[in-house]
């Protein structure tokens, strides 16, 4: 029997011509984040990005939780679903399992994904449901007006830590990788050109896509990111890595990255190294991808950027999906009068 | 055929009790089904503990299963039994107190050795120290007598103590004067890669059978012919299989693909257990990481046009409260099933209780109207299903579907429906792009348009925030707040307008009405006709609809000198009927993990008329 969204997906499938400008994804409201917030870059690179992905508009899903990022769905004109606070991860879930045919993408930010919401998030990276999390990760609450949050520094002075934080942060890429994540990356609000690539890989990436999107809060936490982001202090602070292609940074690529044992060095080529020593970034290696992504917390190394990992594993709905078939094929269809009928009857006259 | 007199019984109420490994839910619900063939009208009442495998011997490890089968009408597994089945001396010590004056206790001597009375508390052998002299008392070795029917098996003796169990019912098969074939060919089938398990079992159940024939302890058989039922086709269902039913049967009736979201817990895991065997019916069945993934992950499918599903025990409902607020202010269905156990907190998780109704009702932040429905026994659980089904499609909004631990896990004989009579449900999504609003109204229910991902032009958000009517944006408005406020509240009131009348058994007016709700059906129509046997005028409302209540409730309540609201909790029912209809009701009420008694309920009504 045809279902209501057996009948859908047959309009769904009726081939477009489909010719999308960035204005197509524009939505009629009002975009309300605080003039020079960095979600500006980040929305209006998603919003090139997407015709170039050739999807049909009907067909993508923006689901948020809850924070400054969260309102990011109300900007895109594609569906959208802005629920509640750290749930965005199941409730794109349920939506990715009963619809595998939508391209669905997730915006949540470090209170939303990594507070909050932290037992659904790892979850779903372990799952490996094929949904785009974008993380904007500003390391302050923004919304609840400047309290300090899971990724927020030691000591760091916020309104309810008037005597510095105590917490540990976490490194959500390390986190993301312990949860087995197939796709790890990270970039930046105000390196546009870095962005845009790592959204499109991460729109391409099968599975579970994880992307750390760095994203100055202008008001609560301004700066924070600036050691990665501007050109006086970027060479030196900042290593973006790429898959096959040695580790550099620097001024000049003057610098690279050796292993000793399982620990990174920095080395200066200046000092007899060649380029030919330089460990080599393979994004499939999931020992290396810890090694570099643990970078991220150890004082005297640049901070890793790029694809950090990306790996193939079968994704949750499609296995979903396909247990389905396997029943069908197995027993037939079902069919309710039989399944009503079934177990140990008699029959009164 | 046996030489022995056999009588002639109306009902009999026996419970098999024992060690939680000692296999009496089997017991039980193989003596049920074996009686549901024969044609009586029959209701259970397993009554097991939390632990999987207590220490053995112990009193918090009995496992206890009644039953209550007859030639009439049977609508309760009974206050008290007749027979008493104890495989040990902790099961007699925590069941004698149910056991009819009189009754008869079945005891299997060896599980009242030293060790066993030790554990159990008793100084003595009650067996033998005459205190049970008031009860017909039948001593049998069953461990000794299975063991001799199975000496040439090589099994260990462990493997052998594992099938007394089917010795003490082929006992009780040859007692109450019950075929073996239904057992047998359960073993066969049950055990068919174990062909040893499957003789061993087959041979105890044979050999206590025998014993009956050839004891001389049992002088009288019994006989309980079948009741007069209405034609058709039977099987014996719980609660919980009902439920999973009549999801899956109303899920296609209304052309949607069924999506269930749940974590485990006691009493609703079987619901899980039986949708996730269904995948060839097209239901995707989802163990979430906790209960808030797993009610939303069911709100995220029903905004993809799934029919979302999600169950849970009390606790786990209190998790899901904040999701449920979502799915009332974003006005998608979902069906969220409550089997309710005793609270507060983690409670008592396998004992049944009705406390759950006040936070069906009002336990979210702001004002969350949202539908209740309580099905009354365990078949009806398949049609509440169905109507929670029908009511959260046709109205967009989420619907509470409050079972509890004493319909999900007690059964009796259910007349299989023939789907192609049941009402088809009527439901679409909305395609049409012109002048498309998310939050536009329909004028008869005020439900908005159920328009799902991937339908071209119709792209829009949702979410949490207040939502201008019509367009559906975000929305601070004052009066915009109000309008919508009263339009979530009266799209509920409306669905009254789609429900029957409430119907009263008994007289419409007079001095007494009992009124209850959900699981408690059965017992208070027990007590109502055991009164009218008597002589004594009661008439008897049970609601199935608690949100919004049925058109003529209040009209009812009216007609009635005395309105005695019987719950299970301290009076939650009771405060919503007195609220709503300014009725002078006053509560029936226990909150002890067990069901009424049939006689606590006439005792009550009795005191009142006297007074």
Known sequence: MNTLLDDLRVIQNEPVDIQYTLKDF??????????????????????????ELGVPKEQIVFVSGIGCSSRFPYYMNTYGFHTIHGRAPAIATGLKIARPELSVWMVTGDGDALSIGGNHFIHLLRRNVDINVLLFNNEIYGLTKGQYSPTSSPGHITKSTPMGSLDHPFNPTSL???????????????????MGAMLRRSAEHKGTSFLEIYQNCVVFNDGAFFSYTEKETKPEQALFVEHGK???????????????????????????????????????????????????????????????????????EEEVSRQLATAVERRGNGNIQSLLNAGDTWTIS | MSNKELRSLDDVVIRFAGDSGDGMQLTGSQFTNTSAIVGNDISTFPDFPAEIRAPQGTLFGVSGFQLHFGSGEIHSPGDYCDVLVAMNAAALKVNLGSLRANGIIIANTEGFNDKNLRLSGYAVNPLEDGSLDSYQLFAVDISRLTAAALKDLQ????????????????????????????????????????????????RAMHAGWNFGETTEIFVTRFDVKPAPMQPGLYRNINGNTALALGLVTAAQKARLDVFFGSYPITPASDILHTLSSLKNYGVKTFQAEDEIAAVTSAIGAAFGGALGVTSTSGPGLALKTEAIGLAVMTELPLVIINVQRAGPSTGMPTKTEQADLLQALYGRNGEAPVPVIAPATPGDCFYAAFEAVRIAVTSMTPVFLLSDGYIANGSEPWLVPDVSELPDIAVQFHTDTEAFQPYARNEETLARPWAVPGTPGLEHRIGGLEKENGSGNISYSPQNHQLMVDLRAEKVERIANTLPLAEVEGDEQGDVLIVSWGGTYGVIKTAVQNMHSRGVAVSHLHLRFLNPLQKNVGEILCNFKHVVVAELNKGQLLKVLRSTYLVPAVGLNKVQGLPFKAEEVEATINDLLNS
């Open chain 1, 26 to 51: 524009k939505s009629d409201q009002e975009v309300r984040w605080c003039p020079g917030c960095g979600d500006y870059a980040i929305l209006a690179q998603m919003q090139k990005l997407m015709p």
């Open chain 1, 176 to 194: 993301a990788l312990g949860a087995n994540a197939t796709f790890v990356g990270r970039t930046l609000d105000r390196d546009l050109k870095h």
């Open chain 1, 246 to 316: 040695p580790m550099v940074f620097g001024v000049g690529n003057d610098k690279g990255i050796k292993l000793d044992g399982f620990t990174p060095t920095v080395v200066k080529l200046s000092d007899g190294y060649s380029v030919d020593e330089l460990l080599v970034y393979n994004e499939r290696d999931l020992t290396l991808a810890t090694i570099v992504s643990n970078m991220t917390t150890t004082p005297g190394m640049p901070r890793p950027f790029g694809i950090l990992y990306a790996a193939d594993r079968p994704c949750y």
């Open chain 2, 155 to 202: 099994m260990s003796s462990k493997e052998v103590d594992r099938t007394k169990n089917f010795f003490a019912l082929g006992m009780m098969y040859w007692l109450y004067n019950r075929p073996l074939e239904p057992t047998e060919q359960w073993i066969k089938q049950k055990f068919s890669k174990v062909p040893q398990i499957a003789e061993a079992n087959y």
